[in-house]
């Protein structure tokens, strides 16, 4: 006999409890609990299933379906090459940081041959008419759908079969087989799964936006990531002009490629070569100014690393960073106190990656470790000088990888010397190449 009990259920995100609270424990919303019956039996049910039908990798041809290209070379690069049809894609970022803006202008390059649709629960049509309108871009195929069903979008899909479909944005659709509010962790994931269903059958790519915060709390988003096929984020300050497309999931290529693009009155242009745009001023050596190369992705980028190094005021010095991760920071400073000798236990440090860049890879750390050198000596490095390597606790400096790429891209800006770790092979360059065991060493050089 099936026995039934009582369990609590949050309206919200749909986590179950034995007992009732106040609070949920999962999405941390009061007063959602609500009592729910179930039933359990201990008697196996016989599944009616029947087998499917399998097919060999060798017999399946994906020419049948090419990648959609959009003429934004930035954008084709971050996914891998183009669109892929039946993918989904979630497109992330801040609110305001400029994601519609992108993907009306993604959807106007598409729209050439076949028709897009644009549906969304947060605009009217004549509101996105007068965006189109701003943009210059021509909204002749794009058609508009204000609905936030999924069952009526997903049946819209089936009906129209277009070349492009963008939800803007998933927070606000909803699915009416589900007990809690639009938005919430259990809407998000539901609507997603349809899109997702839809998608795969009728081979229509479809792109979902969703909106995060800096400390990436709202509900959707970051629940997803492992559900879709691709993950792109939109970073960037919302007061300075120029964006970061990121990949971080692509199912269909290498994550962590970079697209670089400048928010104009016209819409997103793309920036071809975005190390000019980190190094302004370049040939101008001032103290505490340091020249690196980084990697994001497989794009190499140079950027300039500034330092700033005051007594301090009060009884514990500052330490503060922009673009890179201040613990990161507290070590350099801590190698270069005690293996290098330079005393900045009574100053403040303070760090900045010119052009609002994110350094998250090791091979910067030399060239921020010589750049707060330098101001704390008051002396500028040399302007034609390049600074890549890692340094490790004990001072010494270890290799980086993809170092000839890195070399070639230096060399093609017009730089005339590196300061790298000690190579395991040689390298053919017209560069001048000088090496460094350790940062004690580095410092000796300059």
């Not at 745009?277 to 100014?289: A, D, E, H, V």
């Amino acid at each position: 006999m099936p026995k039934s009990f009582l369990i609590y259920e949050c309206s919200k995100c749909g986590a179950q409890t034995p007992k009732w609270g106040g609070r949920c424990l999962e999405c941390g919303a009061w007063g959602t609990l609500e009592q729910v019956a179930t039933t359990t039996t201990k008697e196996e049910k016989k599944s009616l299933a029947v087998a499917g039908k399998t097919v060999k990798f060798s017999e399946i041809n994906h020419l049948q379906f090419p990648r959609i290209k959009t003429s934004l070379e930035e954008f084709d690069a971050v996914v891998g090459g183009g669109i892929v049809p039946g993918s989904l894609t979630l497109l992330g970022g801040e609110p305001g940081i400029g994601k519609s803006t992108l993907i009306l202008q993604i959807a106007a390059k598409v729209s050439d041959t076949r028709n897009v649709l644009y549906v969304s629960g947060e605009e009217s049509g004549e509101q996105i008419k007068l965006r189109l309108e701003r943009l210059k871009l021509s909204g002749k195929n794009i058609s508009f759908l204000g609905e936030t069903d999924v069952n009526a979008i997903v049946a819209t899909l089936e009906k129209e079969k277009p070349i492009l479909a963008i939800i803007d944005s998933i927070q606000t659709i909803y699915s009416p087989d589900i007990p809690s509010e639009a938005g919430s962790i259990s809407q998000v994931r539901a609507s997603t799964v349809r899109l997702l269903e839809t998608a795969k059958k009728n081979n229509i790519p479809v792109f979902i936006i969703g909106h995060v915060t800096k400390e990436g709390l709202v509900a959707g988003p970051k629940t997803l990531e492992h559900l879709v096929d691709t993950v792109i984020y939109l970073e960037g300050e919302r007061y300075q002009s120029y964006r970061l497309l990121r990949t971080v999931k692509n199912r269909f290529g290498s994550a962590g490629e970079v697209g670089v693009f400048e928010m104009t009155g016209g819409g997103m242009e793309e920036v071809k070569n975005p190390s000019l745009i980190f190094l302004q001023n370049k040939n101008t050596p001032s103290p505490g100014s340091a020249i690196t190369c980084i990697l994001e992705g497989s794009r190499p980028l140079l950027v300039e690393i500034q330092a700033l190094v005051n007594r301090t005021n009060f009884g514990y010095p500052q330490r503060k960073s922009e673009g890179f991760n201040p613990n990161r920071l507290q070590v350099l400073i801590a190698v270069l106190t005690q293996r290098a000798k330079i005393n900045l236990n009574a100053s403040d440090v303070y760090l900045n990656v010119a052009g609002g860049l994110k350094i998250q890879e090791p091979a910067a750390d030399l060239a921020v470790a010589l750049a707060i050198a330098s101001a704390a000596k008051n002396k500028g490095l040399d302007a034609n000088t390049v600074i890549l390597g890692e340094i490790g606790l004990g001072g010494e400096i270890r290799g980086i990888n993809q170092l000839e790429r890195r070399l070639k891209e230096i060399e093609k800006l017009g730089f005339k010397t590196v300061i790298l770790p000690k190579l395991s092979q040689k390298i053919t360059t017209k560069l001048k190449l000088i090496e460094a065991t350790s940062l004690f060493q580095a410092l000796e050089l300059l």
